[in-house]
């Protein structure tokens, strides 16, 4: 399934632009979802989200300029309000009226967490979900990156929640490929996605937490949380041995193949004894390390279960799955045989997967 096949995804909150960067352009172009759109903020208002092209001969907004609480477009020179009604058309004649066809159409904006968030479908809420470290406890927030990587939305997501590639893709930070198996760990469903809790026992996050011995292990709790099918959190927690922090995902698909990948970062610390510095050198790192994989997988994502292999381990991806399935009436039969979908279970006869030779 591709990122575009999935009408549901419309009605999501996608970071679309940052919003913690003085001196960002006043007007943008933004890509959403195979459709583009212009990104534009009048004077010191709140950003607008408006067509992509002008009414009047097609010109890109984009192109044009901000006057004031106006988008002047750069090749007649109409001008449009924050709401999308055109004020100005320079070549009307005197006294007659600004037709009213002469509109823009624009979707709602919110700012929060450092970003501009849009909504190109219908909401079901007033903005993205909340971020429990930044509106609860206080702790500091800060936008670690906005960056395209060539890869679809949902193996971004994907990849955040699953469970058993850091002994691989990790290898170079904290994963170790001779501690491959991944401890039993509750998952369960929450109202709008899905939360787990997978104890971790890792070594080589030392330089994370300005830790010399870079051979210490350390305990953690790793809590896993799907806050819908584009958003993901993930909150480390090591009961005393080292500030806990955490860090979410967001992914904005640009098309199918191709997002805009968010993290943000929630550190429970103060600066002099969790330096951000220090911790975003280390999870950079981690990061790179994903992108590696992430931008060689397949933009048509399996929703149906029985296209691919899974086990125990793959708890949380599998309900990705079955989340994701839940969006689309047509494969609503697969998410149900979910259940019996993991390959590993004891006694059970494996089956090949679809394809395979076996
Ligand atoms: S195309 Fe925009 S004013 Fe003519
Ligand atoms: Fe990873």
């Given at each position: 399934?591709?990122?575009?096949?999935?009408?549901?995804?419309?009605?999501?909150?996608?970071?679309?632009?940052?919003?913690?960067?003085?001196?960002?352009?006043?007007?943008?172009?933004?890509?959403?979802?195979?459709?583009?759109?212009?990104?534009?903020?009048?004077?010191?208002?709140?950003?607008?989200?408006?067509?992509?092209?002008?009414?009047?001969?097609?010109?890109?907004?984009?192109?044009?300029?901000?006057?004031?609480?106006?988008?002047v477009c750069c090749y007649h020179g109409w001008e449009f309000d924050g709401s999308g009604r055109c004020v100005t058309i320079p070549q009307l004649d005197q006294g007659r009226p600004v037709p009213p066809r002469a509109c823009i159409r624009t979707w709602p904006v919110v700012e929060r967490y450092g970003l501009i968030w849009t909504c190109v479908g219908s909401?079901?809420?007033?903005?993205?979900?909340?971020?429990?470290?930044?509106?609860?406890?206080?702790?500091?927030?800060?936008?670690?990156?906005?960056?395209?990587?060539?890869?679809?939305?949902?193996?971004?997501?994907?990849?955040?929640?699953?469970?058993?590639?850091?002994?691989?893709?990790?290898?170079?930070?904290?994963?170790d490929p001779s501690r491959p198996r991944v401890p039993p760990y509750e998952l369960e469903r929450s109202a709008t996605g899905l939360r787990a809790r997978v104890p971790q026992d890792v070594e080589g996050v030392g330089p994370q937490m300005g830790d010399a011995d870079e051979g210490r292990r350390y305990e953690r709790m790793q809590e896993v949380e799907l806050l819908d099918v584009m958003h993901s959190r993930i909150r480390l927690s090591y009961a005393g041995q080292a500030p806990d922090y955490a860090f979410y995902g967001s992914a904005t698909p640009i098309d199918d193949s191709s997002s805009i990948y968010v993290r943000v970062s929630a550190l429970s610390g103060e600066e002099d004894v969790q330096p951000y510095a220090m911790f975003w050198a280390y999870s950079r790192r981690v990061t790179l390390e994903d992108k590696?994989?992430?931008?060689?997988?397949?933009?048509?994502?399996?929703?149906?279960?029985?296209r691919e292999v899974?086990?125990?381990?793959?708890?949380?991806?599998?309900?990705?799955?079955?989340?994701?399935?839940?969006?689309?009436?047509?494969?609503?039969?697969?998410?149900?045989?979910?259940?019996?979908?993991?390959?590993?279970?004891?006694?059970?006869?494996?089956?090949?997967?679809?394809?395979?030779?076996?």
């Open positions: 399934m591709r990122v575009t096949e999935i009408e549901a995804l419309r009605d999501l909150w996608y970071a679309v632009a940052r919003a913690d960067q003085p001196g960002a352009a006043a007007v943008q172009s933004v890509r959403l979802l195979g459709e583009d759109y212009t990104l534009w903020r009048p004077g010191a208002g709140r950003p607008v989200l408006a067509d992509a092209y002008c009414p009047h001969r097609g010109a890109s907004l984009a192109a044009g300029t901000v006057d004031g609480d106006r988008l909401p079901s809420t007033d903005g993205p979900p909340a971020f429990a470290e930044a509106d609860e406890h206080r702790w500091r927030v800060r936008v670690d990156f906005f960056e395209q990587w060539d890869a679809s939305a949902l193996r971004i997501i994907d990849n955040n929640i699953d469970q058993s590639h850091p002994a691989f893709v990790h290898r170079g930070t904290f994963g590696i994989v992430l931008e060689g997988t397949n933009p048509d994502f399996p929703v149906e279960v029985t899974h086990l125990r381990c793959d708890k949380t991806t599998l309900e990705y799955r079955r989340l994701l399935a839940r969006l689309l009436p047509g494969v609503a039969r697969a998410a149900a045989d979910a259940a019996e979908a993991m390959d590993d279970l004891p006694g059970r006869q494996v089956r090949p997967a679809a394809g395979s030779a076996a």
